[in-house]
């Protein structure tokens, strides 16, 4: 059975940092597109960063471009996003997700098929 569990989020100022992990079971995400999606309230979901999902290494959402970092740690089967210079806008349910994707282009949230269950980032002092 294939899961994935996102940790890291938590209440932060704003000009602070944190650090999402996207942990997997049941699948080797080196082999797999795995994206950082987010949602906040009466908001849609929107896209914030991926990596291995087109042909550039990795994707950033214009909002964060400069501020977040994604990347990989293969040995714990993990993406991690690192969130700096974080903003009160940024505040938001993080959700990391996983697609075999071999298109050339960014992939829309549907065509991912495994998706956290989320985690809270709030921005705030």
């Known amino acids: 059975q294939v899961q994935l569990v996102e940790s890291g989020g938590g209440l932060v100022p704003p000009g602070g940092s944190l650090k999402l992990s996207c942990a997997a079971s049941?699948?080797?995400?080196?082999?797999?597109?795995v994206g950082w999606f987010r949602q906040a309230p009466g908001k849609e979901r929107e896209g914030v960063s991926c990596?291995?999902?087109?042909?550039?290494?990795?994707y950033y959402a214009d909002s964060v471009k400069g501020r977040f970092t994604i990347g990989r740690d293969i040995p714990k089967n993990t993406v991690y996003l690192q969130m700096n210079s974080l903003k009160p806008e940024d505040t938001a349910v993080y959700y990391c997700?996983?697609?075999?994707?071999?298109?050339?282009?960014?992939?829309?949230?549907?065509?991912?098929?495994?998706w956290g269950q989320g985690t809270q980032v709030t921005v705030s002092s």
């Open positions: 997700a996983a697609t075999l994707w071999f298109g050339d282009y960014v992939p829309p949230s549907d065509e991912y098929d495994y």
């Open positions: 990596i291995s999902c087109s042909i550039n290494t990795t």
């Open positions: 049941g699948l080797s995400l080196d082999y797999y597109a």
